[in-house]
């Protein structure tokens, strides 16, 4: 489907793309890793046609991008890091805009545009200005403008960049699902992986909902998870901080404060190679490996013991404790 040999870029003195060659195959979801700078979106950009490479070939389904463009582009979908959008359309005149711009026959344009728009779940949206609308939203219209046309190969360049966590499991599994009819290549930033998997894990006593708000006002904590331990009668917690942040010292006195005292406190932080590691045996995991980490909430159990505990510390809660996203 896709082979690119000795693929070169160069910017004066700086070589961006070093002789890069890979094949690519139909059927299949592919991803580039690295950290910014190491070349995927220059890469990208060369396969697509939209910068020419200094030196080497990208072939198409047979095409050669810089010698039959026409031809080739056909073949693809692309959706860059910022998506190509202009806020002052309706998202239903974006969707007519960009199947005019890939020469959709005017027979299928309509059936098309509702099919696409239906698949990345926009159709409630057709009416809104795009300006109007959430982060996750506009990178699913993105993502439409990308798949009109059917192409069979699909491009996405950090398509899930910005988005909160509740956005990025709906963007990944739409990814997901387009590999039954399309080729689906896309890159992603190691380091912002790590960076939000740096963490705090404590155990601490005392009531849920003020254990709960003392952690919240502390700077740079970006998400709190509780899950009651009914054997040590204490609240497991991990702190999601920002990368670089050392905010042990403001946790105690918060905890002090509100008369929660802690028994455990650890700092967890992930490394480049545990976050590949990671993507790479996500899928060993998945399918029943346990995880050997001690610090993996427990789950709420209905016994009669915890249900105690909990009606003394204020309202019984559900399973989950996450906080809802706001709606993508």
């Given at each position: ?90 998202v239903l005149e974006y969707m007519k805009f960009a199947a ?229």
């Amino acid at each position: 489907m896709i082979e690119v040999s000795n693929l070169v870029k160069k910017y004066g003195d700086h070589t961006a793309v070093d002789h890069l060659s890979f094949q690519i195959e139909k059927g299949k979801i592919y991803g580039f890793l690295g950290p910014n700078g190491a070349g995927k979106s220059t890469t990208m950009n060369m396969i697509t046609g939209y910068i020419a490479s200094t030196e080497g070939k990208v072939m198409i389904d047979g095409h050669d991008i810089l010698e039959e463009p026409e031809a080739a582009k056909k073949c693809i979908g692309y959706l860059p890091e910022m998506p190509p959008l202009y806020f002052d359309m309706t998202v239903l005149e974006y969707m007519k805009f960009a199947a005019d711009l890939k020469k959709i026959p005017r027979n299928q344009k309509d059936k098309q545009i509702k099919e696409v728009m239906d698949m990345v779940k926009i159709t409630d949206m057709k009416d809104r200005l795009i300006k109007n609308l959430s982060k996750g939203y506009r990178q699913r219209v993105g993502l439409a403008q990308a798949i009109l046309g059917y192409p069979e190969v699909i491009i996405l360049d950090e398509p899930t960049v910005g988005l909160d966590p509740k956005q990025i499991i709906e963007i990944r599994d739409l990814i997901k699902g387009l590999k039954q009819k399309h080729t689906v290549i896309l890159s992603s930033n190691l380091e912002r992986l790590a960076a939000g998997s740096n963490s705090l894990l404590m155990k601490v006593k005392g009531e849920k909902d003020m254990i709960r708000k003392a952690l919240e006002t502390i700077e740079g904590v970006t998400g709190v998870e509780m899950s009651y331990d009914s054997d040590e009668k204490l609240w497991k917690t991990k702190l999601s901080i920002q990368e670089n942040v050392d905010i042990r010292e403001k946790v105690f006195y918060a905890m002090a404060k509100a008369n929660c005292p802690i028994y455990e406190m650890q700092v967890k932080r992930v490394s480049l190679e545990d976050v590949f590691l990671e993507l790479t045996e996500g899928e060993k995991k998945s399918a029943g490996k346990p995880e050997s980490s001690q610090w993996k909430p427990v789950e709420d159990r209905s016994s009669e013991e915890e249900k105690t505990q909990e009606e003394k510390n204020g309202e019984p809660e559900k399973a989950s404790d996450e906080k809802e996203g706001d709606q993508s």
